[in-house]
C-alpha cells in the first residue's frame, strides 16, 4: 500500500515538474524578447511606416496592418473550403475508403512543412501567374497562407459538428426538414462556438507564419492602399491595389531586421518579434474566450 502511494506522488511531482518547466520555457522566451525589445519599444516606433522613417526598420505600422490584412484576407479564402469540406465528410460522405483518404490527405498538409507550401506558392503564385498575381504580391500570400490554414479551420469545424447531438437533427428530420435545412438550422448554430473558434486559430496561425509570407507576399515599406490603375503588364491590363502589390508583414520585418543588422538596432528585430507574439496572444486568447463564453452551461 505504502509502495502503490509512493508511485503515485512521484508520477504526480513528476508530471507537476514539466508542466512548470515547460511554462518557464514559455516564460523565459517571452522574457528574453521582451527585454531585448524594451529599448525600441516606443509609440513612434509602433504607429509609423518604414517609409516615413529616416532609415531602415524604425517603424512597424506597416507591417503590423500588413500582418491583419493578410491574416484577414487568408482567412476569408479557406473558411468555405475548409467549413463545405468538414459538412461534407461529416453529414454527407458514407465512411468508405475514399472517406478515410480524404482524411489522410487533410491530415498530410496540415502537417506538410510551411517551407514547402511556401516554395509552391513561390513557383505557382509568384512565377507562373505573374501576369494575374503580379509577381509578390498579397492576392499570392492571402492564398499560400489559406493552404497552410485549411486544414487547421476544417479539422476544427468537422469536430464541432460531429459533437452535435443527433436526436437534435432527428429531430428536425421528423419535422420534414431536408438534410441542407437541417445542417443550416440546426448543426451548424449549435457547433457554432467550435467552428469560430477554428475560424481565430487559423487567423492566429496566419499571423504568425514567416515561409509563406517571405517567399509569396514580398515586403513593402508603405501602408497597403486602396486603389486600381492601368498596367499593361496584368492580364486585364489594371493593378489593383493592395491585393496586386507587395505587403509589409511582422515576421519579414523581424528577417529583414536581421538581415541588415548592421544599419537597424536588434531592438528593432526583438520589438517586431514581441509584437507578433502579443497579437497572437490575444488571438488565442480570443479564440479561448469564444469557446468558453459559448458552450452549453
Not at 509502495?3 to 508542466?19: D, F, G, P
Not at 524594451?38 to 524604425?58: A, D, I, R, V
Not at 468538414?86 to 483518404?101: D, F, G, M, S
Not at 492564398?143 to 452535435?164: F, H, Q
Amino acid at each position: 500500500m505504502k509502495k502503490r502511494y509512493l508511485v503515485e506522488r512521484a508520477v504526480q511531482v513528476l508530471s507537476a515538474a514539466c508542466a512548470a518547466l515547460a511554462s518557464l520555457m514559455l516564460f523565459l522566451i517571452v522574457g528574453k524578447i521582451a527585454v531585448e525589445a524594451l529599448p525600441s519599444l516606443t509609440w513612434y516606433f509602433l504607429t509609423t511606416p518604414e517609409s516615413m522613417t529616416p532609415g531602415l526598420g524604425q517603424g512597424i505600422a506597416n507591417a503590423i496592418v500588413g500582418t491583419l490584412v493578410i491574416s484577414i484576407c487568408a482567412t476569408v479564402l479557406a473558411i468555405p473550403l475548409a467549413v463545405m469540406t468538414a459538412i461534407h465528410l461529416q453529414r454527407y460522405a458514407k465512411e468508405t475508403v475514399v472517406t478515410r483518404l480524404f482524411r489522410f490527405f487533410i491530415e498530410v498538409m496540415s502537417g506538410t512543412p510551411s517551407i514547402v507550401i511556401g516554395i509552391f506558392g513561390l513557383l505557382v503564385f509568384v512565377y507562373y501567374l505573374k501576369p494575374i498575381f503580379g509577381g509578390y504580391s498579397l492576392i499570392a500570400g492571402s492564398i499560400g497562407l489559406a493552404i497552410l490554414i485549411m486544414p487547421v479551420i476544417e479539422r476544427a469545424t468537422e469536430d464541432a459538428i460531429a459533437a452535435v447531438p443527433l436526436s437534435l437533427e432527428d429531430g428536425s428530420y421528423a419535422l420534414g426538414a431536408t438534410k441542407w435545412e437541417t445542417i443550416r438550422g440546426i448543426t451548424l448554430p449549435t457547433a457554432l462556438s467550435g467552428i469560430v473558434t477554428g475560424f481565430i486559430l487559423g487567423f492566429g496561425r496566419a499571423a504568425e507564419e514567416s515561409a509563406v509570407v517571405i517567399l509569396t507576399a514580398g515586403y513593402s515599406q508603405f501602408m497597403p492602399e486602396l486603389a486600381v490603375r492601368a498596367n499593361e503588364k496584368f492580364l486585364i491590363g489594371y493593378k489593383i491595389y493592395p491585393f496586386n502589390d507587395v505587403i509589409g508583414t511582422l515576421p519579414y520585418a523581424v528577417y529583414h531586421a536581421y538581415e541588415n543588422s548592421n544599419v537597424v538596432p536588434i531592438s528593432n528585430a526583438f520589438a517586431a518579434a514581441f509584437i507578433l507574439i502579443v497579437i497572437v496572444l490575444l488571438i488565442n486568447l480570443t479564440a479561448k474566450i469564444v469557446l468558453w463564453r459559448c458552450r452549453p452551461q
